[in-house]
């Protein structure tokens, strides 16, 4: 099978990486020269088109696939892997049927080193749903595990997953190095300081995107610190996934002092 990937950021170099070791990869990138000059040869060439650039060049890059398309339709699979759908999805309805298309979020970072076992969310095209399923078994045969969410939906749901954890992370960090909290604190303050780090090995633009979409959330999230009753949360939770979650939390911690 011949794989494009416009983009080769972290998470593009990702999916060239590890779909390289079974089919034929290329990439085309607009800030290096890689193995394409246009969007044009990428899309003669592929057989699956992946973008995996920033999401104001997947509208440019959606919006001029679809010229070439319609000039020279095939059956070719294409889908993006941006965090939000709203502002996209819309922009492969008029591709030709020919394409097989939908929206893709991998539910992981770029440190995996397999799809095998991993999550992706498949977000459908309206009107376009046999596409998506089209799309669906393509990533299985990837290896990932495959759930579907309409992309109104999908983007208030990662404003919560995506969102509340990067503000949270991202704040106590500040916090920490404003306050000079690292020499005092213990296991959840090195937890949380270690987690916001880890945020920031994604670019500051992706973050500011993640962040402006997913401000409701925070703010909703900032209210319940508020209004909290640990008591209640522990009944609802259970003594026995506590305790689970309880030696999971300090494994994690030793395997970061092992690194």
């Known amino acids: ?33 890689r193995d394409f000059s246009s969007l044009r040869e990428l899309y003669e ?30 059956g070719t699979v294409l889908f993006d892997i941006a965090t939000f ?58 290896g990932g595990n495959v759930s579907f969410l309409p992309a109104e939906k999908h983007d208030y749901i990662m404003g919560y997953v995506i969102g509340v954890p990067y503000a949270l992370g991202l704040a106590y960090l500040r916090l920490s190095l404003k306050r000079g909290l690292d020499e005092f604190g213990g296991t959840s303050h090195e937890y949380l300081i270690t987690y916001g780090k880890a945020v920031l090995n994604d670019s500051p633009e992706f973050i500011r995107e993640v962040l402006k979409n997913s401000w409701k959330q925070i703010v909703e999230f900032l209210g319940m610190v508020l209004s909290v009753n640990p008591g ?28």
Not at 46 to 70: G, N, P
């Open 1 to 33: 099978m011949r794989i494009g990937v416009s983009g080769y950021g972290k998470m593009g170099r990702t999916f060239a990486r590890i779909l390289g070791k079974k089919h034929e990869v290329r990439v085309y990138s607009n800030y290096s020269k």
């Open 45 to 74: 060439w592929s057989d699956v088109i992946i973008l995996a650039t920033s999401m104001e060049k997947i509208r440019d890059q959606l919006q001029e696939l679809k010229e070439i398309a319609q000039e020279n339709p095939k």
């Open 85 to 142: 759908k709203s502002e996209i999805i819309e922009l492969y309805v008029d591709f030709p049927k020919s394409v097989k298309v939908a929206s893709v979020h991998p539910m992981f970072g770029p440190g995996v080193t397999s799809f095998e076992g991993e999550r992706f969310i498949i977000v459908p095209v309206p009107g376009r749903e046999d596409d998506s399923r089209m799309v669906a078994d393509l990533i299985r045969k990837f």
């Open 232 to 259: 209640q949360l522990k009944e609802e939770v259970g003594k026995e996934e506590i305790e689970g979650a309880y030696k999971k939390f300090y494994e994690c911690l030793k395997g970061r002092k092992a690194l």
